[in-house]
């Protein structure tokens, strides 16, 4: 005689409906001749039916009625669908409750280690989350979960779960300042051969404790404009990349220069005698409040060296003991006086003025038989007269004279090439009324 034994899990709450009958939900779980079995592989805090039936060559018997037994609580089930989220030194986990086999879960013990090592350290939170934090940035991890009873504790998830930190964001490059004049600040920052995609952004003071972008982009320099004289500005910068957006740098000050000056326009000379020319010039525009004076240096013409003669806050002077019959160069530069004491500022030189005095009564000329052009005449920066006759006397020309030279050339070629064609136009004319 042989026997079968069919099993059912079953709960208190199950109920036979029409699609599922008693006899479809009966597995058979043993069939031989001793009449008793052990079941093995049960759900923990499961309820089990049985029935057994005996077969022989007569046929089969009817199934005995059902015995139902339940087994105890077991430790929890395996921790399932682990999720994350990461930021440069955290990670965010989370996951769905396991089968608590009967008895509560009271906590979760999470495993987390460093990929490449086999220490690790453990984690205890009583919900089904827990925020893993003072990891290193840009590392990968190894992680397992596993739920804990009254019972015991269930096993480790498997596999484990391999997650990694972010990178950190850049930190942000020392700002520095590399060109400055009285309205502009030039910066720079960074190394310009780094071949990595970060972005800057620089902001600056505009009122106490408040900052605005005045740049943004890949670039590691930047000019700030439209500033003002002598004042200090404070920036910072943030740098940005793939990982996210920096610290601002903490703020560092840079001051605008003071303003030079504008250099006036070339003086104009007047020659007042043998050795002595007045020297006039149009006043410089003042840079605010602050006092505007002038410096006047002179060349003379055996000298390759300008030298002081005036220093004052008119916008004329005499030159005295000047060699005549000699061409000199005469320019100006303004000065201003800080009135906050931070001293005093030359501006640039103005373009110089060239003049020549008149040389004394009864001087010949190089020949011995010319005589010297009139006063007025040598005393223009633009005489073609006093150019020629210092060509004649010393045989060197300054740029400024040979320049008006060849335009005074060009000026004669000009008319005399008009004179030849206006011939040749009336000698063509005579010609054909002739013909004709």
Same mark, same amino acid.
């Given at each position: 005689m042989e026997y079968v034994l069919e099993c059912q899990k079953t709960n208190p709450s199950d109920t036979p409906t029409e699609e599922t009958t008693e006899q479809d939900t009966f597995v058979q779980t043993y069939s031989g001749r001793v009449p008793q079995h052990e079941a093995k592989g049960l759900t923990p805090a499961s309820c089990y039916s049985y029935r057994v039936q005996a077969v022989n060559s007569a046929g089969t018997s009817a199934f005995s009625e059902p015995v139902s037994c339940e087994t105890p609580p077991g430790p929890p089930g395996p921790v399932n669908s682990i999720q994350w989220a990461s930021t440069?030194?955290?990670?965010?986990?989370?996951?769905?409750?396991?089968?608590?086999?009967?008895?509560?879960?009271?906590?979760?013990?999470?495993? $987390?280690?460093?990929?490449?090592?086999?220490?690790?350290?453990?984690?205890?939170?009583?919900?089904?989350?827990?925020? $893993?934090?003072?990891?290193?940035?840009?590392?990968?991890?190894?992680?397992?979960?596993?739920?804990?009873?009254?019972?015991?504790?269930?096993?480790?998830?498997?596999?484990?779960?391999?997650?990694?930190?972010?990178?950190?964001?850049?930190?942000?490059?020392?700002?520095?300042?590399?060109?400055? !004049?009285?309205?502009?600040?030039?910066?720079?920052?960074? %190394?310009?051969?780094?071949? %990595?995609?970060?972005?800057? !952004?620089?902001?600056?003071?505009?009122?106490?404790?408040?900052?605005?972008?005045?740049?943004?982009?890949?670039?590691?320099?930047?000019?700030?404009?439209?500033?003002?004289?002598?004042?200090?500005?404070?920036?910072?910068?943030?740098?940005?990349? %793939?990982?996210?957006?920096?610290?601002?740098?903490?703020?560092?000050?840079?001051? !605008?220069?003071?303003?030079?000056?504008?250099?006036?326009?070339?003086?104009?000379?007047?020659?007042?005698?043998?050795?002595?020319?007045?020297?006039?010039?149009?006043?410089?525009?003042?840079?605010? %409040?602050?006092?505007?004076?002038?410096?006047?240096?002179?060349?003379?013409?055996?000298?390759?060296?300008?030298?002081?003669?005036?220093?004052?806050?008119?916008?004329s002077c005499t030159l005295s003991s000047l060699t005549p019959n000699a061409f000199h160069c005469a320019r100006v530069a303004a000065v201003r006086h800080c009135r906050d004491g931070s001293g005093d500022l030359t501006g640039a030189f103005s373009p110089p003025t060239s003049f020549q005095l008149a040389p004394p009564p009864g001087l010949a000329s190089p020949s011995g038989t010319a005589t010297c052009p009139a006063p007025s005449v040598l005393a223009s920066p633009s005489s073609p007269a006093s150019f020629i006759r210092n060509w004649c006397t010393k045989g060197e020309l300054s740029d400024h004279q040979l320049a008006v030279i060849f335009v005074v050339v060009f000026m004669l070629a000009a008319v005399l090439v008009a004179v030849l064609i206006k011939k040749l136009e009336s000698w063509s004319q005579q010609h054909l009324d002739i013909q004709h």
């Amino acid at each position: 005689m042989e026997y079968v034994l069919e099993c059912q899990k079953t709960n208190p709450s199950d109920t036979p409906t029409e699609e599922t009958t008693e006899q479809d939900t009966f597995v058979q779980t043993y069939s031989g001749r001793v009449p008793q079995h052990e079941a093995k592989g049960l759900t923990p805090a499961s309820c089990y039916s049985y029935r057994v039936q005996a077969v022989n060559s007569a046929g089969t018997s009817a199934f005995s009625e059902p015995v139902s037994c339940e087994t105890p609580p077991g430790p929890p089930g395996p921790v399932n669908s682990i999720q994350w989220a990461s930021t440069h030194t955290s990670l965010e986990l989370s996951w769905n409750p396991p089968d608590c086999h009967g008895s509560k879960v009271l906590r979760y013990q999470v495993e $987390v280690s460093e990929s490449n090592s086999s220490l690790s350290t453990l984690h205890q939170t009583e919900a089904n989350h827990i925020v $893993v934090s003072a990891l290193l940035p840009e590392t990968l991890y190894r992680v397992r979960v596993q739920a804990v009873n009254g019972i015991g504790a269930g096993p480790l998830s498997s596999p484990a779960l391999r997650a990694s930190t972010r990178a950190l964001p850049p930190s942000p490059p020392a700002i520095e300042c590399v060109g400055a !004049t009285h309205s502009s600040l030039k910066l720079r920052w960074g %190394d310009p051969k780094s071949t %990595d995609f970060i972005q800057y !952004t620089l902001e600056m003071e505009v009122k106490p404790g408040v900052f605005g972008v005045v740049y943004q982009g890949l670039s590691h320099s930047y000019k700030v404009s439209r500033l003002q004289e002598a004042t200090a500005y404070h920036f910072r910068i943030q740098a940005t990349s %793939d990982a996210g957006e920096g610290q601002y740098s903490e703020p560092i000050s840079f001051v !605008t220069n003071r303003a030079l000056p504008p250099a006036p326009k070339a003086p104009k000379a007047t020659p007042q005698g043998e050795t002595l020319c007045l020297l006039e010039w149009q006043p410089a525009r003042p840079v605010g %409040d602050d006092r505007i004076s002038y410096i006047v240096q002179l060349q003379h013409s055996n000298s390759s060296e300008f030298s002081v003669v005036y220093r004052g806050a008119d916008t004329s002077c005499t030159l005295s003991s000047l060699t005549p019959n000699a061409f000199h160069c005469a320019r100006v530069a303004a000065v201003r006086h800080c009135r906050d004491g931070s001293g005093d500022l030359t501006g640039a030189f103005s373009p110089p003025t060239s003049f020549q005095l008149a040389p004394p009564p009864g001087l010949a000329s190089p020949s011995g038989t010319a005589t010297c052009p009139a006063p007025s005449v040598l005393a223009s920066p633009s005489s073609p007269a006093s150019f020629i006759r210092n060509w004649c006397t010393k045989g060197e020309l300054s740029d400024h004279q040979l320049a008006v030279i060849f335009v005074v050339v060009f000026m004669l070629a000009a008319v005399l090439v008009a004179v030849l064609i206006k011939k040749l136009e009336s000698w063509s004319q005579q010609h054909l009324d002739i013909q004709h």
